[in-house]
């Protein structure tokens, strides 16, 4: 039987006598653990539950260090990548064996594990994609200065972009076509965010990532002398004609407005190698979602790369 003390990453809420019997033992070898109902929290108003949910908020992620993981999968990537895995929120009633062997991977790292009833692990878990699972994990991007100043591969920049699923899906090509890393310059929304996290598949812990502000990225590139291709709807020329391999930013801008005038002041200054390019369209609409067009970027990049002598 496996015991571990009390994980303290917020105001250190232990899990409240009132909503769950012998908190003393919380932590068990998992198929025991599954059969004791007298651990499994009932009552929504348990202290250490609302802490884990206001998680789902910036501002406390950015007072703890801390966020929330969905699911099997996004859990299992965070493992990968060495994140430190706190407390684990598991619904009473999942006995699946996917459940009960992530589980035992996750005892054995030292997680505290919280077992809920399942209208109370509701109030946590993210929308209608419940697996029943839910960790509490201390993580958040680095800066600039802790990403290696040369790549053999092409980076991401991605400007104020503002939806969680496009981050995460941007994510997710970098991570399938050997993007080299993602910086998030100007963001409007936290690679931490559950959301992102989740749309991700738990790639955001495996892709290199630095979080700046646009100048602050604009001075890195400049310091680190990498080429600057922007996507963009004024391009004047198209995507597979340029150059997508060595030392080159592939620059996105956000959803609405687009990239920042700063980028054009930078490269009129001399200070950038800076060219526009486009993705054709055929149709009413005069670019791709910032998600589709980073994906394309990717494996035409790949592409060229794979094929190079």
Request: charged letters at 20%; a positive charge; glycine letters at 6%.
């Given at each position: 039987m496996l015991m571990t003390p009390a994980v303290r990453w917020s105001s250190g809420h232990s899990l409240d006598e009132a909503d769950v019997h012998k908190t003393d033992a919380i932590t068990f070898h998992c198929s025991e653990f599954f059969l004791d109902q007298r651990h499994v929290i009932t009552s929504s108003s348990n202290p250490l539950l609302k802490e884990a949910t206001q998680l789902r908020s910036a501002s406390m992620?950015?007072?703890?260090?801390?966020?929330?993981?969905?699911?099997?999968?996004?859990?299992?990537?965070?493992?990968?990548?060495?994140?430190?895995?706190?407390?684990?929120?598991?619904?009473?009633?999942?006995?699946?064996?996917?459940?009960?062997?992530?589980?035992?991977?996750?005892?054995?790292?030292?997680?505290?594990?919280?077992?809920?009833?399942?209208?109370?692990?509701?109030?946590?878990?993210?929308?209608?994609?419940?697996?029943?699972?839910?960790?509490?994990?201390?993580?958040?991007a680095g800066g600039l200065a802790e990403l290696p100043s040369v790549f053999t591969a092409p980076i991401f920049v991605i400007e104020a972009v503002e939806k969680p699923g496009n981050l995460g899906a941007i994510f997710r090509s970098a991570d399938a076509?050997?993007?080299?890393?993602?910086?998030?310059?100007?963001?409007?929304?936290?690679?931490?965010?559950?959301?992102?996290?989740?749309?991700?598949?738990?790639?955001?812990?495996?892709?290199?990532?630095?979080?700046?502000?646009?100048?602050?990225?604009i001075d890195w590139c400049f310091a680190t002398n990498r080429r600057i291709v922007a996507a963009s709807p004024e391009g004047a020329v198209e995507w597979h004609t340029v150059d997508l391999t060595g030392s080159v930013a592939i620059l996105f801008g956000n959803e609405s407005f687009?990239?920042?005038?700063?980028?054009?002041?930078?490269?009129?200054?001399?200070?950038?190698?800076?060219?526009?390019?486009?993705?054709?369209?055929?149709?009413?609409?005069?670019?791709?979602n910032v998600s589709a067009s980073a994906a394309v970027f990717a494996y035409e990049s790949l592409r060229q790369r794979v094929s190079k002598p």
């Open positions: 992620r950015l007072r703890t260090g801390c966020t929330l993981v969905d699911g099997r999968r996004e859990i299992r990537a965070a493992i990968a990548a060495n994140v430190e895995i706190l407390e684990v929120f598991v619904d009473a009633s999942d006995e699946s064996a996917d459940t009960h062997a992530l589980l035992e991977v996750l005892a054995s790292r030292g997680s505290r594990m919280v077992m809920l009833a399942t209208r109370v692990f509701t109030k946590l878990a993210f929308g209608a994609r419940n697996e029943g699972i839910v960790a509490l994990v201390r993580w958040k076509t050997g993007i080299a890393a993602v910086v998030v310059a100007d963001g409007r929304t936290d690679p931490a965010n559950p959301a992102v996290i989740r749309s991700s598949l738990g790639t955001v812990f495996s892709v290199p990532l630095a979080v700046a502000s646009t100048q602050n990225t687009g990239i920042s005038n700063l980028w054009k002041e930078s490269s009129a200054l001399n200070r950038l190698s800076w060219q526009e390019v486009r993705l054709p369209m055929c149709g009413l609409a005069n670019s791709l």
